[in-house]
Nanobody, 123 residues
């Protein structure tokens, strides 16, 4: 089992930056590929970014490419999402997820999920 806890969300203005964190409770953190997804009410959860177990491979949704950066610290069992130049359309609940194997861009591929952290970007 892997427990994931997100933090770092909040209310910011357009153009601001935020760094989300996701702390994992597992001794085998480095064996998992990790991802960030987001969801707004009434819409499906959508892919944001993913990173391989070693951090050497990353994927981004086109909507965040160049503004958001995923990283991980395996020594701290923590996943990050640095979000810059935030836009109102980035407003959503952000979830981190973990899976054994390679990094994937579909939510169905992930086995473990956090509870989410709210990000609200005002215009």
């Amino acid at each position: 089992q892997v427990q994931l806890v997100e933090s770092g969300g909040g209310l910011v203005q357009a153009g601001d930056s935020l760094r989300l964190s996701c702390a994992a409770s597992t001794r085998t953190f480095s064996r998992y590929a990790l991802g960030w997804f987001r969801q707004v009410p009434g819409k499906e959860r959508e892919f944001v970014a993913a990173i391989s177990w070693g951090g050497g491979t990353t994927y981004y949704a086109d909507s965040v490419k160049g503004r958001c950066f995923i990283s991980r610290d395996n020594a701290k069992n923590t996943l990050y999402l640095q979000m810059n130049s935030l836009k109102p359309e980035d407003t959503a609940v952000y979830y981190c997820a973990a899976r054994s194997g390679s990094a994937q861009q579909t939510q169905q591929a992930y086995d473990y999920w956090g509870q989410g952290t709210q990000v609200t970007v005002s215009s």
